[in-house]
């Protein structure tokens, strides 16, 4: 287990419901969790939480066998990668430059960068098909060159799991798909990974297994197959959905229009 | 930065300094210039020593602490048009200063001390200002309560002068201007040894810099300890203008247009930017405190006067080129 959260509560400063509500999940070496819900449901409370960035009223976190509370956040850096939501590029920077970033954890203030910091930078760009934009200016790169290149900087931390938040938010769905190929293939190559995602359809495709919040509260939990239920969906996201199978047996999620029933 | 630039800037800023030391109201020989370090006994020598030494490595000193600052508040608040004189320094260490000038404190060291202290309170009430919730700085606050409490100085200051005589008045317009006609080799000493600790705490922060241009919440997750971080370069960059306020007067652009061009010219990342900036901001305020002693000798113009006008235009193109 490389982190693991237990029953944690979020309430944010003047709210009265809790944002997040006695959720428990955890991450493992190889398993790609796949975090749905519709919006403001505390999907990205969920992770702040998991990383220790807000307060937890209640529960527990857990990295690698020690409280979470006891690492520092330079040594949390050597074992979670995280690709947030949002990234504005103020300051242009080389791609190569700005991947260089995620071995910051690693060196001392001072420090030049290592022969093996540098390596580990070209195989993260190598690994997510970047390595040719490594001169390019981070302001010249296309939405999915860039979204491949901050994959690659969260690799480039050596992490023994990856985080994204939303990763795939405003791309077509060449990059939509790249990047869910991507992280696959990193998850079988061994790392522990959590996408928290609307695409319901391909969470369901590419993911080990399904966590499903509503409100804040965990209601489903486990494979695609039993997560994604017509009945559960239609009242989660408050729309009424038919759920059918793809040919490698995948539920997929056709939403409704007023007037039609399910399969 | 290749090592081409480095060694471009590093002859420039030499020859900002040589420069400084030969030329002025009076021209310096050759002769006189290394006599001065031999320890002649000319009157060109000892003209060097005890008034042009001081004040053109006062000015490197100054130019390059404003160009520092700049460049690493720019990283902190996440806006390239940021200047150190943003967070209201200069409206409390000029209400200090003026007040200082209106009352006659005495001695050489009443006013630069009056500014240093106004400049101290002003921090004092900005970063109250800005640490929400009693954990959190807050970047934006900074700068929007920066320019609010500057602004209430600013107008206090208008107050105390608009109620002295006039003689009051000019030398504190002349003060506020800022220039080193002052400098002097205690202030110079007394200047670098206080600027030591904050200018080695900025540096040593070259790579949270980096990380904080990313925006708080990714420079956490790559590391950095974004909290402390934060205090850390607004504390010294606070200090450090604060006390280049105190001993030359407000003097802007400096900090805002140096560390712009110097992000552009090749150093993007804070580890080449900040001691980059620091030699170019050095160097461009001995060549401004030069052109403003001998533009019109042997009357001085105020340093300020000189850097706007060459900063504006500076700016203004680079603006424009990014824009572009």
Redesign the interface.
């Known amino acids: 287990m490389i982190l693991q959260g237990k029953d944690l509560t979020v309430r944010y400063?003047g709210a009265e419901a809790p944002a997040l509500d006695r959720v428990s999940m955890d991450v493992r070496p190889g398993r790609l969790l796949a975090v749905v819900g519709p919006n403001g449901s505390g999907k990205s409370t969920l992770m702040k939480a998991l990383?220790g960035?807000v307060p937890v009223e209640h529960g527990t976190v857990v990295l690698r066998e020690r409280p979470l509370a006891a690492w520092?956040?330079?040594?949390?850096?050597?074992v979670?990668?995280?690709v947030?939501q949002?990234?504005?590029i103020?300051?242009?920077?080389?791609v190569e430059?700005?991947v260089l970033?995620?071995r910051?954890?690693r060196?001392g203030?001072?420090a030049a960068p290592r022969a093996e910091d540098h390596a580990a930078v070209r195989s993260a760009l190598e690994r997510c098909d970047a390595w040719a934009l490594r001169d390019r200016r981070t302001d010249t790169l296309s939405g999915g060159e860039w979204q491949r290149v901050r994959v690659a900087?969260?690799l480039a931390?050596e992490p023994e799991a990856l985080l994204l938040d939303e990763p795939t938010v405003a791309l077509d769905v060449r990059h939509e798909m790249e990047v869910f190929e991507l992280v696959r293939a990193l998850t079988d190559g061994g790392l522990g990974s959590v996408v928290i995602t609307h695409h319901l359809n391909l969470a369901a495709r590419y993911a080990d297994a399904l966590l499903m919040l509503d409100r804040g509260r965990a209601v489903a939990d486990g494979p695609p197959g039993e997560v994604l239920d017509a009945g559960l969906l239609s009242s989660v996201f408050g729309w009424p959905v038919a759920v059918t199978a793809w040919r490698d047996g995948s539920p997929q999620l056709v939403p409704l229009r007023p007037g039609e029933t399910g399969v | 930065m290749t090592p081409r630039r480095w060694l471009v800037l590093g002859i420039a800023s030499l020859m900002a300094v040589v420069m400084g030391l030969l030329l002025g109201a009076v021209d310096i020989s050759w002769a006189g210039l290394v006599g001065s370090v031999t320890g002649s006994g000319s009157v060109e020598s000892a003209l060097v020593r005890s008034l042009r030494m001081p004040r053109v490595f006062l000015a490197f000193l100054v130019g390059g602490s404003l160009a520092l600052s700049g460049a690493s508040l720019q990283?902190l608040v996440?806006?390239?048009l940021a200047d150190p004189y943003l967070v209201g320094l200069s409206g409390g260490a000029g209400l200090g200063a003026v007040i200082a000038i209106a009352l006659h404190l005495g001695g050489p060291w009443g006013v630069p001390l009056a500014a240093f202290a106004g400049a101290l309170g002003t921090i004092a009430i900005v970063y109250r200002l800005s640490v929400v919730?009693g954990r959190r700085l807050d970047p934006h606050v900074l700068l929007l309560g920066g320019v609010v409490v500057g602004a209430f100085a600013g107008s206090l200051m208008s107050a105390v002068i608009t109620l002295s005589s006039a003689s009051e008045l000019r030398s504190a317009m002349l003060w506020l201007l800022g220039g080193f006609g002052m400098a002097s080799w205690p202030s110079l000493a007394v200047f670098a040894a206080y600027a030591i600790a904050p200018v080695g705490l900025l540096?040593?922060?070259?790579?949270?810099l980096?990380?904080l241009?990313?925006?708080e919440?990714?420079a956490?997750?790559?590391?950095?300890?974004v909290e402390v971080l934060k205090r850390r370069v607004y504390l010294s960059v606070a200090a450090l203008t604060g006390a280049a306020v105190a001993v030359s007067g407000i003097i802007g652009f400096v900090g805002l247009v140096v560390p712009h061009v110097m992000?552009r010219w090749g150093a993007?990342?804070h580890?080449e930017l900040l001691p980059a900036a620091f030699l170019a901001g050095g160097a461009f305020l001995v060549a401004a405190d030069l052109l403003s002693r001998s533009l019109f000798r042997p009357l001085e113009l105020p340093v300020g006067v000189v850097t706007a006008l060459i900063g504006v235009p500076i700016f203004a193109l680079q603006l424009k080129r990014s824009l572009a």
């Open positions: 400063a990383l960035l520092r956040r330079a040594e949390i850096a050597t979670l990668g995280v947030s949002r990234e504005e103020l300051y242009p920077l080389r430059d700005t970033m995620a910051y954890a060196l203030p001072l900087r969260a931390q | 990283a996440r806006n390239p919730a540096l040593a922060s070259a790579r949270g980096d990380l241009t990313l925006g919440e990714n956490q997750h790559l590391g950095a300890d992000r993007p990342l580890r």
